[in-house]
């Protein structure tokens, strides 16, 4: 459309303005900046589907007049410049403000894109400083970070980030503007007191992204000012959780000391093991596994980050641990990610956690059913307060699929209206849940915290069941395998044996036959904290060189 309004000067803007900025930014991130010219400009609420119509609208008065046009597409290309500065840190020429955008670049998203770029737009035009605008940026990064940890809903974040540019104040420094337009009361920035209930309570495992809750450890790590600081972008570091996922029997003894009464310790390690205080970061993630806590430290002890230092020097690893540590962290984190204006918890507010729940109980599908642990354990909270949330809010839809940790149908429900209709097991019969003669039900049809978790789209990664090479793989078997495969099949052979390598490193395991041909069997336990569901998609037979693929799995 541009160029159908350039029919003297086209070819030479193409030249030296577009094709320039086309080939710096390449197809998506030029259609991108486009989309991001006109949010900048006020247009806030342009889906990205509705560019064409609207830059048309804004051009259309310009129809005839191709200087007004060329300078139109000249700071267009110099938005682009900018733009790439966001995409690409290491054009920002100033090092405090290249700092605080290869940050936003390393959290990830798009999110920050509309306001970062009007920043860059005031530095630019020297409306405020490079320190000014980087310290803006902190106060974005910590708005993403403080409502990640706590688990507030990202409905509308990205709405917010669009209106940021057009309600900016424009009679204060850029930081205060933002740091102001943020702490407004409907934006939800989460104040200190929430961030630190949140470290100790929340399941910080499954908040956001994979990468995002990296970079949460790396930031935390790096605030202890290490004199030999870590190449996070060499090292190659995942999060580990120190009381394992599946705890050996060893591990319930020690908590067994801490249980509140009426509390097992399977109930308190649901409650602490995906919580920020027992998560750290570490490149021997498979050496850890499940080990004792005594083994654990030796291999922390060695470790170069300084959080795994101070993990290695604790005497125990239990619930008094575990929560001192969330403590501690918490603090670091409030004076890297600052509050919002005023910093405390809105009055009169509900607490985040049972919209979770009801968000929970809505997407349970007929025929399953839930425990108040499990709800405990998705929303950070403690059976109790579920059970006295659920009983005092019995018009909550679908609150007749929250049983006891035994399956059975609590003594305390009761229905809102005190009606003697169907007890809460009819109505769950009716949709396929099964019971036994004592009332309890089918535990293959319950649904974990984890899976529930999944069903309201967070990230839930499955623990692996067994070691990358598990005690209980057959060393002969395995030998014998490898000699028919490379006696039969010698072209094949490395890449077969790379392929089951790269299988045992994503958590899975292998088995053998017992036949003459030894047949071999990738396998994997995709079950969950509770229940082991073992699969393998197929097996591999190394004389007759047949694979056979499990369809069912």
Sequence with gaps: YVFMLLPKRGERVYQELW????????????????????????????????????????????????????????????????????????????????????????????????????????????????????????????????????????????????????????????????????????????????????????????????????????????????????????????????????????????????????????????????????????????????????????????????MNQEIASTKRWGKAEILDRADHLAERAVRLWPGPIGGVKPTGEEWPGWAELRAALVAMPSGTWTTYGDIAELVGSHPVPVGAYLGSNPTVMGAYRVLTAEGKVSAAFRWADGSDRQSPQELLMGEGVRFDPSGRANPSQRLTAAELATLLGKDVTQPASYDPLPDGEDAAAAERFRAQLQKHWPEASAGVLGALDFWRLQGGYVTYGRHEETSCFPMLDAGTSRRPHLIWPMAVYPVSGTVEVVFQY
């Design 19 to 306: 094709l320039p900025m086309q080939q710096s930014l390449g197809p998506k991130n030029l259609e991108l900046l486009v989309w991001l010219d006109l949010v900048v400009r006020g247009h806030n609420k342009t889906k990205q589907s509705e560019i064409y119509r609207e830059q048309q609208k804004r051009l259309q008065p310009m129809a005839g007049d191709e200087d007004a046009l060329q300078r139109e597409i000249a700071q267009l290309a110099e938005r682009g410049r900018r733009f790439l500065r966001i995409i690409d840190p290491r054009q920002e020429p100033s090092p405090v403000l290249r700092s605080a955008l290869e940050r936003l670049s390393a959290w990830g998203g798009q999110t920050h894109y509309p306001l970062a770029l009007h920043l860059l737009d005031l530095v630019d035009g020297g409306t405020t400083t490079p320190e000014d605008a980087a310290e803006a940026l902190q106060y974005v990064e910590s708005y993403l970070v403080r409502r990640l940890i706590c688990q507030t809903s990202t409905t509308g974040l990205n709405r917010i980030f669009m209106e940021a540019p057009k309600e900016l104040e424009t009679d204060r420094p850029a930081a205060e503007a933002v740091r102001r337009f943020l702490s407004g009361r409907r934006r939800r920035w989460p104040s200190d007191e929430e961030l630190r209930e949140a470290i100790r309570s929340k399941p910080f495992y499954w908040s956001g992204r994979p990468p995002q809750r990296s970079y949460i450890l790396r930031r935390l790590e790096e605030s202890y000012g290490s004199s030999e600081p870590v190449d996070f972008a060499k090292a190659s570091l995942s999060v580990e959780h120190i009381l394992p996922q599946r705890p050996t029997p060893v591990w319930f003894d020690l908590l067994a000391d801490e249980t509140e009464p009426d509390q097992t310790p399977q109930e308190l390690h649901d409650l602490l093991v995906h919580t920020l205080g027992n998560l750290t970061l570490t490149g021997d993630n498979s050496k850890l596994s499940n080990s004792p806590f005594e083994r654990k430290q030796q291999i922390l002890d060695s470790s170069s980050l300084r």
